[in-house]
C-alpha cells in the first residue's frame, strides 16, 4: 500500500494503468458470479458471459468520455445532470451508491465465509471497518503493490483451475444441464449475462478516475480497459469450466461459495485453508475500489448539495471521513441480514440501471462526436436495460425502491441545504 500523497504525473507513462483496473475489477463476480450465472442459465451462461462482456465494452467506452469531459468525481453522475437533467442524475447516482454498497458488504461477506465461515458476518463487519479505517488514513493500493496484489488473485484462480482439471470429477457430479432441456434459455441467457456483469465492473478507477493522480493518457486509459476486459472474460470463462468440470453445472447453480465446494469436490480439502486465505486477501484490493468508487459519487452529490455538505468534510489525511464511515457503516449493516448472492444479484441490477443512464448520457454528450462511440453509448442503453429487467424479482424490486427513496431524500435536503 502506498499513501495517497503522489507525484501529479504518477501515471503518465501508463504502466500502473492496467493494475489499477484489474485490482478493482477480479472479485466476487469472478469467484462468486459463476453460481447465480448457472442457477439463470445452466449451460447456456457462457452465452451470458459474452453478453456481460458486449454491455461492458459500451459502458467502459462512455466512462473513459465521460471521465475526459467532466474531470473529478462522479463523472457519470456530473455528465447525466448536465446532459439529461436533475431528476435522472439522482436516480443515477441512486442507484450506483446502492450498489456500490451492495457490493462492498458482498465481497465482504465473502471475504468472511473465506476466513471463517461459521461467523462470515461478524468477519464482514470486522473487514469493512478495517477497510474504512484504511481509507480514511489515505492508504490506497496503488503501483507496485497492484501488481502484487493481481499476481496474488490469479495466483489462486491458476490453483483453483489446475486441481479441478487435474482430477478426475466423480461420476455423480456430472449432472450437465442439456441447452435443450430449458425452456426458458433465451431468457437465461440474459440472466446470466446480468449477474456477470458484476465481473467486469471496477474499469472506472481508470476510465473516470476522482483523483487526477490516477489519470492516464488517453491511450493508456483504452489500452488498460480493453486489457483489463479481455483477462476478465477469459479468466471467468476458466473459472466456469474448471467449476463445471468437477461440479457439473446442477451442484453449481445450487452452491454457495463455488471455490470452497469444488476444492472440496476435488478431494482436495486440505488446500481449502490455503486457497480460502489466498482468495480472501486478494479480494481486498476490490473492496478498497469498490469505496473508493463510492467515495467519487458522494462526493459529486455533496458538491451539488444533494447531500448535506458536512459529509465532505476532510480529516487529517484529507479523505472525506464522515461519508467514508456512513458507507461503511451501511455495508456493514447490509453484510449481517444480506447472503452474498442476494447482495451480488441486487449490485448488479443497481450498477445495470446506473449505466442505463450514463449510457444516455454519453449519447447526448458524443452526438457531435465520433459516431461509433455514440452509438456504442445507445446499444449500452438499451443492453443494460434489457440486462437489469432479467435479474431476480428481488433485486429489481428492491433497485425501484432505491430509486424512489434516494432522489426524494436528496430533493428534501437540497432544499434544506439550500
Partial sequence: MTRQVESDDRLT?????????????????????????????????????????????????????????YRGPGSAYTCVRE?????????????????QVAAVAAIARVIGEFFLPSASALVAGAVIVLVVLATTTGLRIRGAAAWLWVALVLAVIALVVAICFAIAPVGSTLAHLDPADSADSPVGIIGAGGVLFLAFTGFERLAAPADDTD???????????RTALVVVVLLVGLVIAAL???????????????????????????????????????????????????RSTGL?????????????????????????????????????????????SFAACALLLHYAFANAGARLLLSDGPTWPMRGACLGMGLSVVLAMSMPISAMLTTLGVVVVGPLLAGVVSRRWK
Fill in 13 to 69: 507513462t501508463g504502466r500502473d494503468a492496467l493494475p489499477l483496473a484489474l485490482s478493482g475489477m477480479v472479485g466476487v463476480g469472478v469467484l462468486l458470479g459463476p453460481a447465480p450465472a448457472a442457477a439463470a442459465a445452466g449451460a447456456w451462461a457462457p452465452l451470458g458471459l459474452l453478453v456481460a462482456l458486449l454491455a461492458a465494452v459500451c459502458a467502459a467506452s462512455t466512462t473513459a468520455y465521460q471521465g475526459s469531459a
Fill in 83 to 99: 446532459r439529461m437533467g436533475l431528476l435522472p442524475a439522482r436516480v443515477g447516482a441512486s442507484a450506483h451508491l446502492a450498489a
Fill in 215 to 225: 489519470r492516464a493518457p488517453w491511450a493508456s486509459v483504452q489500452r488498460g480497459v
Fill in 244 to 294: 463445471v468440470h468437477q461440479l457439473g453445472w446442477e451442484r453449481l447453480a445450487l452452491s454457495p461459495m463455488p471455490i470452497r465446494d469444488v476444492l472440496t469436490a476435488a478431494a482436495a480439502a486440505d488446500l481449502v485453508p490455503l486457497v480460502c486465505v489466498g482468495a480472501a486477501v486478494a479480494l481486498l484490493p476490490v473492496l478498497l475500489g469498490a469505496l473508493e468508487t463510492a
Fill in 300 to 344: 459529486a452529490l455533496v458538491r451539488d448539495g444533494e447531500l448535506p455538505r458536512v459529509l465532505g468534510r476532510t480529516g487529517p489525511f484529507g479523505t472525506p471521513y464522515l461519508l467514508d464511515l456512513i458507507t461503511g457503516v451501511t455495508a456493514v449493516v447490509v453484510s449481517q441480514l444480506v447472503d452474498p448472492i442476494a447482495l451480488l
